[in-house]
């Protein structure tokens, strides 16, 4: 595994991660020695499942031979495409920001947005795989509205998960039940606020992912 890190240059990009990722994780632990409180412990599961795009994203990649077996690819393009609204949730977690007698709030904000930008990282750099994977299949011109079209279906995951608490799984498990979530805010859309949170969070999404792309791209 090691080596084919290396061939694909995949190396620094998970060293770095994984810097980060310890990174959070010691700035949670802090919080529970100095508080005594396991309080924000699903931090810790959420950035788990962010993680999960850029895993399958990368065993795409650094496995030429899956490319070769469709089955297998398009079962991990699909696992990719349902765990990736996970990577965007943790900016809804600021929704648990909240005053603590016995810790500032300014440390839990650095808290939830280390994990936040954190889990936007998987999410975008697994996009940016995505985007490889897509080069000699479709036309070159169209793989931008793909990816902005991805961020939006994101933003709807994000939703679902968020304010109608369903999980990645449950699409697989629950599905007709989803379905019918769905199709009541299709066939109702002004009396829910599913589509307006989608389209701004999702603007939100491509604004940050194509800042990316220009700061990547920017020649020195």
């Not at 599961?45 to 650094?62: C, G």
């Not at 940016?128 to 299949?137: A, G, V, Y």
């Not at 079209?149 to 968020?162: E, H, K, P, Q, W």
């Amino acid at each position: 595994m090691l080596g084919r890190l290396i061939k694909y240059k995949r190396f620094n990009e998970t060293l770095v991660l994984g810097i980060i990722s310890m990174l959070c994780f010691s700035i949670f632990a802090f919080r529970v020695l100095y508080t005594h409180t396991f309080y924000y412990l699903f931090l810790n599961w959420n950035l788990f499942l962010a993680f999960l795009p850029w895993l399958f994203s990368s065993l795409m990649i650094i496995n030429p031979d899956v490319k070769r077996k469709k089955p297998i690819l398009f079962l991990l393009l699909f696992s990719w495409l349902i765990f990736f609204p996970n990577a965007p949730y943790l900016l809804t977690d600021l929704f648990h920001l909240d005053e603590w007698n016995n810790i500032p709030v300014w440390y839990d904000l650095v808290l939830i947005l280390s994990y936040a930008w954190t889990g936007l990282l998987f999410g975008f750099m697994s996009l940016w795989d995505i985007e490889t994977l897509f080069k000699n299949r479709i036309k070159p011109k169209l793989i931008p509205f793909f990816s902005s079209a991805f961020l939006f279906v994101g933003s709807f995951g994000v939703y679902i998960g968020r304010y109608l608490r369903w999980n990645s799984w449950d699409i697989i498990w629950k599905p007709l039940e989803i379905m019918g979530d769905i199709s009541e805010r299709i066939i109702n859309p002004l009396e829910h606020k599913t589509w307006a949170v989608t389209f701004l969070l999702g603007l939100f999404l491509n604004i940050m992912y194509w800042s990316f792309r220009l700061i990547k791209n920017r020649e020195n």
